[in-house]
């Protein structure tokens, strides 16, 4: 048998080697779903003890003094969303940039990999705000407690920021080897730029800062619910014009805001997912 006759064997389709087939989405799914579960199971219940703890201080104060009722208002779901902006990090410790070399070795494309996963933990984001919301209401009903009366849109604010801040946050930890630092520093520079500038000058250095986080439409108004609102009023004895800012619920400014801010996080997040750097 010569080298011809040798190389066409190789060549013929009886001794191909048959690839598996692709795996179903629904299959990737699950495994996703059940990748994060695992993932955030040691930050799930660190939440899960501090809950058992307040609910325990709750208790015993409320047995003992007969006043720790417990008052729900949109406010007191506000530290769910900054879960969700930490949740992300969570999910991808350990699997920085430099670390997702194994994406290229999975027969699913590392971008969709990543829209999955993320997909995945919304869901297990879902369902630890349900949680909560749950735990809440068993907490109201046994301390006596009772629910604020306010708009309907203001109960939805913090859902709302949680998803904008979910998807921000995995933006982040699939760009950065550590995500946990560049959100410090981001902290830490804007508290030492704000003590350090003046208060009165034209031009505040964290004024563009000021007008993303806190201004009409900015993450605050999301989160919230409530936006600011431009008051103006001629002084009855000297006549000058007083202005001054009330933060008060516009529904309207609420949904742009909403939309403007998706947009960003979703536009943010899917650039991320498709250009992940490699090292």
Sequence with gaps: MNVTEISLRMESPMNAVAMP?????????????????????REALACTGVLALVSTVMLWDRMHHHFSSLEVSPGILVPAAFVALLLPMAMWKGEGPGRRAYHHAMPVDHGAHAVTRTLAGLVWLFAA??????????????????AADVQVFRWMAPLAGAVVLYLLGSALA??????????AGAAVGYAFLDALSPR???????SAVDVVLTGKYGLT???????PVLHQRAGEIDGRWYSWYSHEPVASVWMTAVWLWLAVAVALFVWSAYRQPER
């Design 174 to 183: 699939l760009r950065a080897a550590h995500p946990w630092r560049w959100l």
């Design 129 to 146: 705000i349900g949680a909560y919301i749950g735990w809440l209401g068993a907490m109201m009903l046994v301390t006596g407690g009772y």
């Design 200 to 206: 009165h000058a034209p031009i505040p250095p964290l």
């Design 21 to 41: 087939p692709l795996p179903r989405r629904a299959a990737v799914a699950r495994e996703q779903f059940r990748a994060v579960g695992l993932s955030v199971r």
């Design 221 to 227: 108004t999301v989160l919230s619910g409530l936006s």
